[in-house]
């Protein structure tokens, strides 16, 4: 009896030692149990909780276990701009439902696609030609402001109908983002009327719904394996296949439009003028039509719902601070005129208005996590070892909400980026977009739309919340959604 108890006392003792052998110089972490690590302690407390508990009592770089995968979670913004300049840490974990869509592009298990999910020579190849071929299509501003003017017609439109009107704003600026991403894609708008434009945000909004990278069903393969008929597997696939099922569709379109011929006024054209010259050549090339339907929907992924989130947040925000409304309206009035309306050509000439979008931007705090990383080789951050292979995720928030980083963080408040003289200044922690080697790919388009939506509509309209109505918070988990709130527009007159 006592041999047994000893024994068993001994084997308990070896298996828990060894669930938490730790790397040499390995960042500090929880106590984790064999097989799942410290799972049992996130879903027990929720991962929020949890993970706001590890950070505080382990630091600005704390490890943990999510089953047999090892995971590091860095808070401290210095050591997050050095990890995410350093090429070590800009892997992507395996995102299954990526992978998911890969296979209903492909029809077999093959090299992952798109930029988004991919790691290596993959994903720099996509991101290297996407990048170069929006800052030629919307950078050069000729191609963008005119297709961003022609949807703020339309919004303006719907808001002077809508004028002394109780109106929910909720989904009226997804029509305009989704458009303005499609016509990058294809080089042409939907007419508002078009049942397709309908159609194609209602694709988008699904799949948006279903998309969350922190789900165990699609972080872990066995998972899959174990219950294939999961719900959440299942309608995500589903919606992927009509997104994707609709873009072939107009690619055929638009390839029978343009005769096969050239085209270089949008994404899609771009891509495909790229690959015949290859073609022609006798040149090997990473851009593949798999890849281009990936890159599609990624764009669709990243692009639409940040968008119009942080238009909802800005309008929410400023219909509660009358006063910075108020403000950035008699700027926009001395700046670009009352009856003028703004252009990308005034982006440099508004300090307050920039300031208060990007004061927007932090309260808004989109992406608190960002999507997770993964070390593609053995790494250091500070005086720790990360090995390869290892989950890195970054806490974007911190350096946005963070008490030791802004005087008020909870405060909206468009000074947090002004210098006692008027000056935009952008401190090194606020990094709403990300930071180095996998930085936002749409940034620079984000930035410009931002700009271009916001002071319009504000220039427009006076913006004010209705009092009867109540404004309400949902829960989130990954992401940070605008309440849902009624406002009245109201024309300003010239
Ligand atoms: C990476 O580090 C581990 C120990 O943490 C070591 O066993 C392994 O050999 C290292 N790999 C390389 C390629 O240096
Ligand atoms: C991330 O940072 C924010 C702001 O400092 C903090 O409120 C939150 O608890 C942090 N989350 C985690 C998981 O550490
Ligand atoms: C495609 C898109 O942007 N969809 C958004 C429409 O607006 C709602 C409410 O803000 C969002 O939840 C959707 O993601």
């Given at each position: 009896m006592f041999v047994t108890v000893v024994l068993v006392l001994t084997v308990l003792v070896v298996v828990l030692l060894r669930a938490n052998t730790r790397p040499p110089a390995y960042p500090p972490g929880p106590f984790a149990l064999p097989f799942v690590g410290n799972v049992m302690q996130i879903l027990w407390q929720t991962p929020k909780v949890a993970l706001t508990r590890y950070a505080n009592t382990y630091g600005g770089v704390m490890s943990f276990r999510v089953f047999s995968q090892r995971s590091v979670l860095i808070s401290d913004p210095d050591l997050m701009r050095t990890a995410l300049a350093d090429p070590a840490f800009s892997g992507r974990i395996d995102l299954i439902l990526f992978r998911a869509r890969d296979k209903i592009i492909t029809?077999?298990?093959?090299d992952p696609l798109g930029i988004l999910g991919t790691s290596g020579e993959a994903w720099k190849s996509q991101?290297?030609?996407?990048?170069?071929?929006?800052?030629?299509?919307?950078?050069?501003?000729q191609t963008l402001e005119p297709i961003m003017q022609s949807?703020?017609?339309?919004?303006?439109d719907y808001f002077r109908i809508n004028e002394g009107r109780k109106t929910d704003i909720g989904l009226t600026f997804n029509r305009s983002i989704v458009n303005v991403i499609w016509a990058i894609v294809i080089g042409k708008r939907f007419s508002h009327s078009d049942t397709r434009l309908g159609q194609l945000v209602d694709k988008v909004n699904k799949m948006l719904q279903s998309f969350n990278p922190f789900h165990p069903a699609l972080r872990f393969r066995w998972v899959k394996k174990f219950f294939p008929n999961l719900d959440i597997i299942v309608?995500?696939?589903?919606?992927?296949?009509?997104?994707?099922y609709f873009i072939e569709e107009e690619m055929a379109v638009h390839t029978k439009e343009t005769g096969g011929g050239s085209d270089t006024g949008s994404y899609i054209g771009a891509y495909q003028q790229c690959m015949q010259e290859a073609a022609t050549q006798g040149k090997d090339t990473p851009l593949t039509m798999s890849h281009l339907k990936a890159n599609i929907l990624e764009l669709f992924l990243a692009g639409s719902?940040?968008?119009?989130?942080?238009?909802?947040?800005?309008?929410?925000?400023?219909?509660?601070n009358p006063d910075i409304q108020r403000k950035v309206q008699e700027e926009l009035d001395q700046v670009?005129?009352?009856?003028h309306t703004p252009t990308l050509q005034h982006i440099d000439s508004l300090p307050y208005t920039t300031a208060t979008i990007y004061e927007v931007q932090r309260?808004?705090?989109?992406?608190?996590?960002?999507?997770?990383?993964?070390?593609?080789?053995?790494?250091?951050?500070?005086?720790y070892n990360i090995p390869k292979g290892t989950c890195v995720m970054f806490n974007l928030s911190h350096g946005l909400k963070g008490s030791k980083y802004w005087q008020d963080p909870k405060q909206f408040s468009p000074q947090h980026f002004l210098t006692d003289d008027g000056k935009v200044v952008k401190p090194d922690h606020f990094l709403p977009f990300g930071y180095g080697k996998r930085v936002c790919l749409g940034?620079?388009?984000?930035?410009?739309?931002?700009?271009l939506f916001l002071t319009t509509l504000v220039h427009k309209f006076w913006w004010r919340l209705s009092d009867d109505d109540p404004v309400m918070w949902g829960k989130h988990v990954i992401f940070n959604r605008p309440p849902d709130y009624i406002v009245f527009p109201t024309c300003r007159r010239e």
């Amino acid at each position: 009896m006592f041999v047994t108890v000893v024994l068993v006392l001994t084997v308990l003792v070896v298996v828990l030692l060894r669930a938490n052998t730790r790397p040499p110089a390995y960042p500090p972490g929880p106590f984790a149990l064999p097989f799942v690590g410290n799972v049992m302690q996130i879903l027990w407390q929720t991962p929020k909780v949890a993970l706001t508990r590890y950070a505080n009592t382990y630091g600005g770089v704390m490890s943990f276990r999510v089953f047999s995968q090892r995971s590091v979670l860095i808070s401290d913004p210095d050591l997050m701009r050095t990890a995410l300049a350093d090429p070590a840490f800009s892997g992507r974990i395996d995102l299954i439902l990526f992978r998911a869509r890969d296979k209903i592009i492909t029809g077999q298990d093959y090299d992952p696609l798109g930029i988004l999910g991919t790691s290596g020579e993959a994903w720099k190849s996509q991101r290297r030609f996407t990048l170069r071929t929006l800052k030629d299509l919307g950078l050069g501003r000729q191609t963008l402001e005119p297709i961003m003017q022609s949807e703020l017609e339309e919004l303006i439109d719907y808001f002077r109908i809508n004028e002394g009107r109780k109106t929910d704003i909720g989904l009226t600026f997804n029509r305009s983002i989704v458009n303005v991403i499609w016509a990058i894609v294809i080089g042409k708008r939907f007419s508002h009327s078009d049942t397709r434009l309908g159609q194609l945000v209602d694709k988008v909004n699904k799949m948006l719904q279903s998309f969350n990278p922190f789900h165990p069903a699609l972080r872990f393969r066995w998972v899959k394996k174990f219950f294939p008929n999961l719900d959440i597997i299942v309608k995500t696939e589903g919606y992927m296949k009509e997104f994707l099922y609709f873009i072939e569709e107009e690619m055929a379109v638009h390839t029978k439009e343009t005769g096969g011929g050239s085209d270089t006024g949008s994404y899609i054209g771009a891509y495909q003028q790229c690959m015949q010259e290859a073609a022609t050549q006798g040149k090997d090339t990473p851009l593949t039509m798999s890849h281009l339907k990936a890159n599609i929907l990624e764009l669709f992924l990243a692009g639409s719902e940040t968008t119009s989130n942080t238009l909802l947040w800005g309008i929410y925000l400023l219909a509660s601070n009358p006063d910075i409304q108020r403000k950035v309206q008699e700027e926009l009035d001395q700046v670009v005129g009352r009856e003028h309306t703004p252009t990308l050509q005034h982006i440099d000439s508004l300090p307050y208005t920039t300031a208060t979008i990007y004061e927007v931007q932090r309260m808004a705090d989109l992406i608190p996590f960002s999507v997770p990383h993964e070390t593609t080789e053995n790494a250091t951050i500070g005086d720790y070892n990360i090995p390869k292979g290892t989950c890195v995720m970054f806490n974007l928030s911190h350096g946005l909400k963070g008490s030791k980083y802004w005087q008020d963080p909870k405060q909206f408040s468009p000074q947090h980026f002004l210098t006692d003289d008027g000056k935009v200044v952008k401190p090194d922690h606020f990094l709403p977009f990300g930071y180095g080697k996998r930085v936002c790919l749409g940034e620079s388009m984000a930035r410009l739309e931002l700009f271009l939506f916001l002071t319009t509509l504000v220039h427009k309209f006076w913006w004010r919340l209705s009092d009867d109505d109540p404004v309400m918070w949902g829960k989130h988990v990954i992401f940070n959604r605008p309440p849902d709130y009624i406002v009245f527009p109201t024309c300003r007159r010239e």
